[in-house]
């Protein structure tokens, strides 16, 4: 007679600690800085467009750091 292992499952990791999701979304942020700062109307947009591309640089160098 074999011992059965009780079957555990594997809880889903929070949507912000999810490797592909999290992805995306520094993917977004980065696509969105540059939208500002190609735009030709708004200046607080071009002002602020510098700003959103290195955040969502260095989002998705962490993010990349996260086991899938």
């Given at each position: 007679m074999t011992a059965q292992v009780p079957h555990i499952s594997k809880q889903k990791r929070p949507f912000f600690l999810r490797r592909g999701s999290m992805e995306n979304i520094a993917t977004a942020?980065?696509?969105?800085?540059?939208?500002?700062?190609?735009?030709?109307?708004?200046?607080?947009?071009?002002?602020?467009?510098?700003v959103t591309l290195l955040a969502g640089t260095i989002l998705f160098i962490i993010v990349s750091k996260f086991p899938e």
């Open positions: 942020i980065i696509g969105l800085g540059f939208l500002m700062l190609f735009q030709p109307f708004f200046l607080i947009l071009y002002t602020w467009s510098l």
